[in-house]
């Protein structure tokens, strides 16, 4: 039975008057009703409010799997509230079935459609006429479509033109379909007017990416011009699931290296990863595009009146189908004509140079007979001086001499000439930075796959320490939020790490620095997760128990995906089974991401971990560093700030400013809340990094934190101090008490 309790709540009563439902209005009425309104919303509100618009309740903030003309697609931004459809699991039984839609409110909003955790289809964002990916029509003539977004609302409504018809959408999950059903009246039925997805074309990334489907083409899977087949084994028997990779590389922003091509009549690719920004021009967006190497595309975001905004797209270009209507334009960027013609007139010389070739092999055969004998005397002195230790490596990277090892075979030694050549004799223009470690370079091995090198610096015996432990460690871990490590170089004096390379760099540079306009909130909590991941895998998933010991921002880095990769193991620590806490009297690490047992006793655990996350947590979602400028509260860190701003009520102040429009107050509030839990002055207070992940994951509640305990130069506190005016450094250095590093 359907009835109004006595709190004003809409509940549904079982025959023994037990509450089964209720609608969990928030508001209490003084005289409450309910309405069934034509528009075939229920609605709860006060009978003395004189605006009746002002629901306390209302069925249209909960649907299941039919859409209404006035209802809302997508998410209230202030509440948290994501309107998601779900079909029923058949036509007699209303339970959830697997295929439901939503409004992705990324920085480029649009609507996905999923069977189970499966993206299934896409619309396309919404271009100012229509979502970009549909496929029938510029215009509909049932249905007027309306799309808002501000910073209260992300959402798409539509309603009928013609009043009088009666019309809905149904998520069927028999058919995997959204129908578009009209009401005959001389039929006295319901008819199918249009669905979706409507042809092959229109399931996710039918293609791969940079694959282009193409109807009435054999096979309807193309490359896009500039790109060639990732497998064409594969591609040969119809299977396009690897996509499309570019059939010459270029260097990013060289000279007759690359440029952009117009297309026309493309879906716009998935923007999951991509940044907009509504007030720019194209030629604008054309520049900003073409100074980020990571950039792959552009395109006006708004189609109407010659085309307005920028959309840049930041990792392959995935979903693209041919549409038969030609007013959408994107900009995808590729190697240089100009490129192609100098391979071409290379290969006219083939002739010139073989013969050079064969005139000078007998030079070449005498030239390595000489360089085998050096290379083999060298290698002799190079025994003498440091066999053990080079053996010591090498045995480590194979990962033969402990127990824990996870089976990473595809780790290899490389010789020192290839590193050589990848890196271009170890150029400056290839130079990344440089750590206490030693510097890192990036390179490029001649089947293309680019690298990451890190090389040993000579003068630096904590380097080698450091090296040796990371060998050891990252020979025995694999996870996708670890950087993978392809293998070593160790030749004579030459010690080096060869990693994957992260094209985005790490994790600093985006939320510190000028790039930080390019994260909203989706990619930040992404990012986030991904962290807590890769550190519950470090802490209990893999067969080692390891404490990272130096995680801070620098330490993370992205992918082209934006996918975070836990980085540097150089500090790291083994612990046994039973082993809980170690201690040292090298307290080495990064000021600012240490938690205060370690600071200040040399103590380490996990919790020492969870600490340094709590500090990270809060940098990604404010976008200042804990040891930054003075803050607005005046506090002495980001973890005081923070703390205050929870105390006064008002959390949500910490949130970065350029995440205003797009992020999601629960998710920014819980992440905030579970910081500072991690950030607790005692390590038995804070959660380990399963509960982190679990939390991270759900909308349970939460316990309330404690004082945080954190450090200022080198006096520990605890709480906010109101007379403290001492201003914190903005230099975010590597110390430690006894040893420099």
């Given at each position: 039975m359907l009835s109004i309790n006595t709190e004003?709540?809409?509940?549904?009563?079982?025959?023994?008057?037990?509450?089964?439902?209720?609608?969990?209005?928030?508001?209490?009425?003084?005289?409450?009703?309910?309405?069934?309104?034509?528009?075939?919303?229920?609605?709860?509100?006060?009978?003395?409010?004189?605006?009746?618009?002002n629901y306390l309740w209302q069925s249209f903030d909960h649907p299941s799997d039919t859409i209404l003309p006035g209802m809302k697609f997508g998410w209230d931004l202030r509440t948290g509230l994501n309107r998601r459809y779900t079909a029923w699991k058949n036509w007699d039984d209303p339970s959830y079935g697997d295929f439901s839609a939503e409004l992705v409110p990324h920085n480029y909003p649009d609507i996905v459609g999923w069977l189970g955790r499966t993206e299934y289809m896409r619309s396309g964002p919404w271009n100012g006429v229509r979502y970009s990916g549909a496929s029938h029509a510029t215009s509909n003539p049932l249905y007027k479509i309306k799309f808002v977004r501000n910073k209260d609302e992300v959402y798409s409504e539509h309603t009928l033109i013609n009043e009088s018809l009666i019309a809905r959408f149904v998520f069927n999950q028999t058919l995997y379909s959204l129908l578009d059903i009209l009401w005959s009246e001389n039929d006295q039925r319901w008819m199918t007017y249009s669905f979706a997805p409507m042809d092959n074309c229109d399931r996710y990334n039918r293609c791969g990416p940079n694959g282009n489907c193409v109807l009435g083409e054999t096979p309807i899977c193309q490359c896009l011009p500039g790109f060639l087949p990732k497998s064409p084994r594969n591609w040969n028997v119809l299977d396009w699931a690897e996509g499309c990779i570019r059939n010459k590389s270029w260097s990013c922003k060289g000279k007759n290296s690359d440029y952009?091509?117009?297309?026309?009549?493309?879906?716009?690719?998935?923007?999951?990863?991509?940044?907009?920004?509504?007030?720019?021009?194209?030629?604008?967006?054309?520049?900003?595009?073409?100074?980020?190497?990571?950039?792959?595309?552009?395109?006006?975001?708004?189609?109407?009146?010659?085309?307005?905004?920028?959309?840049?797209?930041?990792?392959?270009?995935?979903?693209?189908?041919?549409?038969?209507?030609?007013?959408?334009?994107?900009?995808?960027?590729?190697?240089?004509?100009?490129?192609?013609?100098?391979?071409?007139?290379n290969g006219n010389k083939t002739k010139v140079i073989a013969a050079t070739v064969t005139t000078v092999l007998a030079v070449v055969m005498l030239l390595t007979v000489f360089y085998i004998y050096i290379r083999r005397r060298n290698s002799i002195a190079n025994k003498e001086e440091g066999s053990d230790g080079n053996m010591e490596l090498k045995t480590l990277i194979a990962g033969n001499n402990e127990e824990g090892y996870e089976g990473n075979m595809e780790q290899r030694i490389y010789d020192l000439a290839v590193i050589v050549n990848a890196t271009n004799n170890f150029s400056l223009e290839n130079k990344l930075g440089e750590g206490g470690f030693g510097p890192v370079y990036r390179g490029m091995l001649v089947d293309g796959q680019e690298i990451a090198v890190k090389r040993l610096s000579q003068s630096s015996s904590q380097g080698l320490s450091e090296f040796k432990n990371e060998v050891r460690l990252c020979a025995r871990l694999q996870h996708r939020n670890l950087v993978k490590v392809h293998g070593c170089c160790i030749q004579g004096e030459e010690k080096m790490l060869i990693y994957e390379y992260m094209r985005n760099k790490s994790l600093d540079s985006f939320i510190f620095g000028s790039e930080s306009k390019l994260l909203d909130w989706s990619k930040r909590f992404h990012i986030i997760?991904?962290?807590?991941?890769?550190?519950?895998?470090?802490?209990?998933?893999?067969?080692?128990?390891?404490?990272?010991?130096?995680?801070?921002?620098?330490?993370?880095?992205?992918?082209?995906e934006l996918n975070p990769k836990i980085s540097d193991f150089g500090l790291a620590r083994i612990f046994g089974g039973d082993q809980n806490e170690d201690k040292t009297k090298q307290i080495i690490g990064t000021f600012g991401y240490m938690a205060p047992e370690y600071a200040i006793h040399g103590l380490f655990s996990v919790k020492s971990d969870v600490f340094s996350f709590g500090v990270l947590l809060l940098e990604i979602v404010s976008g200042k560093k804990n040891r930054g400028p003075i803050l607005p509260s005046r506090s002495v860190n980001l973890i005081g700030h923070a703390w205050r701003l929870w105390n006064e009520g008002v959390p949500l102040k910490l949130a970065n400013e350029h995440l205003e429009r797009s992020y999601i107050e629960s998710e920014v509030l819980r992440c905030i809340h579970i910081g500072l839990l991690c950030l607790q002055y005692h390590a038995d207070d804070r959660p380990d990094m399963t509960s982190v992940v679990i939390m991270l994951n759900s909308e349970g509640v939460l316990p309330e934190p404690k004082e945080p305990g954190f450090l200022l130069e080198n006096i520990l506190v605890r709480g906010e101090s109101s007379n403290n005016n001492t201003t914190p450094s903005s230099n975010e250095v590597s110390i430690t008490l006894l040893e420099a590093r």
């Open positions: 004003g709540h809409l509940v549904l009563l079982s025959h023994d008057e037990t509450v089964v439902w209720s609608a969990n209005s928030t508001i209490k009425a003084l005289s409450p009703i309910v309405q069934l309104l034509g528009s075939g919303n229920l609605v709860l509100r006060d009978g003395k409010d004189q605006k009746p618009q952009f091509v117009k297309f026309s009549g493309l879906k716009l690719p998935d923007t999951t990863y991509s940044w907009v920004n509504t007030s720019m021009t194209l030629e604008e967006c054309k520049a900003k595009c073409w100074e980020n190497c990571s950039c792959n595309a552009y395109s006006n975001s708004d189609i109407r009146e010659g085309g307005s905004g920028c959309v840049l797209w930041f990792s392959d270009l995935v979903d693209i189908r041919q549409l038969p209507f030609n007013d959408q334009h994107i900009y995808i960027r590729l190697a240089s004509p100009e490129t192609a013609e100098h391979d071409e007139a997760r991904g962290i807590a991941r890769g550190l519950m895998y470090l802490h209990q998933d893999s067969r080692l128990k390891i404490v990272h010991r130096d995680l801070k921002a620098s330490n993370i880095l992205l992918d082209d």
